[in-house]
């Protein structure tokens, strides 16, 4: 079973969502589809990795 990372709106309006996602050890976001363009911050040393809808 895989368990699904922490989201939580943190501001939204009509050009921006700031989201907040906490990600345990083995969690994941799961298949999405980013309504916004979006930038990522890491906020702590980690590994991530992305995996394309043909699975690569």
Do not use: K, L
């Not at 943190?10 to 930038?39: A, C, L």
């Not at 890491?42 to 991530?48: A, N, Y």
């Amino acid at each position: 079973m895989t368990t699904t990372a922490r989201a939580s709106v943190q501001h939204e309006d009509e050009q921006v969502r700031v989201t907040r996602w906490d990600f345990e050890p083995g969690t994941r976001t799961g298949r999405h589809v980013h309504e916004y363009d979006y930038v990522v911050v890491p906020v702590v040393d980690g590994r991530i990795s992305a995996v394309a809808p043909d699975g690569r």
